[in-house]
């Protein structure tokens, strides 16, 4: 499904067209360098609800998306309705070469998730999301849901109008196996698993996964809420 220009046509001149309405919220994406935040980011600017978009940069540039402003974090002092975090492993990571989808936004490390939602808090954010695809094969979400994670922990007690924890699986995001007949065994183990236990561990493409967070930011109810890949796919059909 097409949401009008990327974010390299955006910066390079390209407009989005103009939602029906008035769009009242502002939003900031953090972690947009990533194949996944650069497709949130492009879904966020195709909303309606939103009037201004604000994605975390390692230096502040103009944009020709109207929509579309960089920030820096320590430029970040003005209020915002939402936050999407997108975290990568690579993030932060020296033995890992980062790859980004492009050198405009900031990658997001783990580490940075809770400081950041703290800033977002004071600044008035009211809603507040993490999104961290997981191994749905070795780590099965019902398990993941059991293990006491302190981030977490640490984000429910900010205190937010909606806390959102999106568990995506991560199988288009991680690095493919090396060697056709690897890549063969994990798409045979994948689709094979997935057809025995449902659409838990039925993974979305990066694109749907994106359309389905910024759904479930615009829907979110209050408190703390956590969305694994099953809910995902509703989010998709309803």
Do not use: C
Not at 117 to 145: D, E
Not at 179 to 200: E, K, P, Q, V, Y
């Amino acid at each position: 499904m097409s949401v009008g220009p990327t974010i390299s046509d955006a910066l390079a001149g390209a407009r989005y067209e103009q939602p029906s309405g008035k769009p009242t919220k502002t939003a900031l994406v953090a972690g947009a360098a990533g194949r996944l935040g650069e497709r949130v980011l492009a879904h966020m600017l195709a909303a309606s609800e939103y009037q201004r978009i604000y994605a975390l940069a390692s230096n502040p540039m103009t944009s020709t998306e109207p929509k579309l402003a960089t920030v820096t974090m320590a430029e970040w002092t003005f209020p915002v309705d939402h936050v999407i975090a997108i975290p990568g492993e690579e993030a932060g990571n020296p033995a890992v070469r980062v790859r980004k989808r492009t050198e405009v936004f900031s990658s997001l490390s783990s580490d940075q998730v809770v400081p950041m939602a703290r800033l977002a808090k004071a600044v008035g954010a009211t809603r507040f999301m993490v999104v961290t695809p997981i191994n749905i094969w070795s780590q099965p979400a019902a398990v993941y849901a059991g293990l006491a994670n302190l981030s977490e922990a640490e984000l429910y007690q900010i205190g937010f109008e909606s806390l959102l924890l999106l568990r995506p699986s991560d199988q288009e995001s991680r690095p493919r196996p090396r060697g056709l007949a690897r890549r063969l065994m994990s798409l045979m183990i994948d689709t094979a698993t997935g057809l025995m236990l449902g659409l838990r561990h039925t993974p979305l493409s990066i694109e749907d996964t994106a359309r389905a967070a910024v759904r479930a930011m615009l829907e979110s109810a209050h408190g703390l809420t956590i969305i694994e890949t099953d809910r995902l796919h509703g989010l998709l059909k309803s």
